[in-house]
């Protein structure tokens, strides 16, 4: 079955960096498109990136502009979310989402907390 799981979260002091992977299963993963969201506590899930299908084009939000990185290895059915530079309001559960032709499909989230 369609199937996303994120790995990688942790606690990370302010300043540090984490890298987010997200293993694809179940679909032609080459042919999506693929998005890393995020949701705080209390607030609505967001978009953090998004990748095009073979990785040309990229899309950040503005908040992680220029320290979040996006990629993907479509041999490994992979997608990657390199993050510097944390800050505490980074804290969030994030989430992969792939964008398939009728529906889309989440995975279970994985925990960033940014915290001193």
């Known amino acids: 079955q369609v199937q996303l799981v994120e790995s990688g979260g942790g606690l990370v002091q302010p300043g540090g960096s984490l890298r987010l992977s997200c293993a694809a299963s179940?679909?032609?993963?080459?042919?999506?498109?693929m998005r890393w969201y995020h949701q705080a506590p209390g607030k609505e899930r967001q978009l953090v990136a998004s990748?095009?299908?073979?990785?040309?084009?990229?899309l950040y939000a503005d908040s992680v502009k220029g320290r979040f990185t996006i990629s993907r290895d479509n041999a490994k059915n992979m997608v990657y979310l390199e993050m510097n530079s944390l800050k505490p309001e980074d804290t969030a559960v994030y989430y992969c989402?792939?964008?398939?032709?009728?529906?889309?499909?989440w995975g279970q989230g994985t925990q960033v907390t940014v915290s001193s």
């Open positions: 990748i095009g299908s073979i990785g040309r084009t990229t």
């Open positions: 179940g679909f032609t993963f080459s042919q999506y498109a």
């Open positions: 989402y792939a964008a398939l032709s009728v529906y889309g499909v």
